[in-house]
């Protein structure tokens, strides 16, 4: 499920798609997709506008279930064949969006046992260039209760940068 212009200002990079995501073709193609939008205050027009937005994700395709019914994890080999080669392809974007763990830990280089929580918790030592999020899933709603300043904080930031980057009639400083 890639998106890719080389001359999109934004850069998403995620982890891998569901299955319904891997179903229709579409990155973020369902409720985390939501979620995301709402968080960078973009509406679905915008957000898959090729001339505002590349989508590169950490595995290309649905990486199956675990025993316990939970999607599994980006395989590897994947980001070490592809995430360079797209990188040099396209210009350095001017915002990207590291949306997960393992995003996260494959283009800040940080080690395996680096936690999204901290992580996201120092946005500020990487922005206004790089923006780590967690995953916009359902699953992390418990997340986001526990860490408020994440939508205080670090979301405001977000949607300016974008503004700035993108025109105020494009991104919404305070989404619905």
């Known amino acids: 499920m890639i998106r890719m212009s080389a001359a999109s200002p934004v ?34 027009d915008a957000f898959y506008d090729l001339r505002l937005i590349s989508i590169l994700p950490m595995a290309f395709c649905f990486p199956g279930y675990d025993a316990k019914g939970a999607d599994l994890p980006p395989p590897p080999a994947c980001a070490k064949t592809w995430q360079q080669r ?3 392809a396209i210009r350095p974007p001017e915002i990207t969006l590291l ?3 393992y995003a996260q830990r494959h283009h800040l280089g940080l080690g395996r046992t680096a936690r999204v929580t901290e992580t996201v918790r120092y946005w500020r030592h990487h922005a206004p260039r790089v923006f780590p999020l ?3 899933s ?22 300016t ?9 494009i991104v919404k400083v305070d989404p619905e």
């Open 138 to 159: 359902w699953r992390n709603t418990a997340w986001l209760k526990r860490n408020p300043w994440f939508e205080a904080e670090l979301l405001p930031a977000l949607r």
């Open 11 to 44: 850069l998403i990079i995620g982890q891998a798609p569901g299955a319904r995501v891997h179903a229709s073709g579409l990155p973020f193609d369902d409720p985390s997709g939501d979620r995301l939008r709402g968080w960078m205050g973009l509406d679905r």
């Open 134 to 136: 967690p995953h916009p």
């Open 161 to 169: 940068r974008l503004r700035e980057l993108l025109g105020p009639d």
């Open 86 to 88: 797209v990188m040099t």
């Open 99 to 101: 949306v997960g763990g």
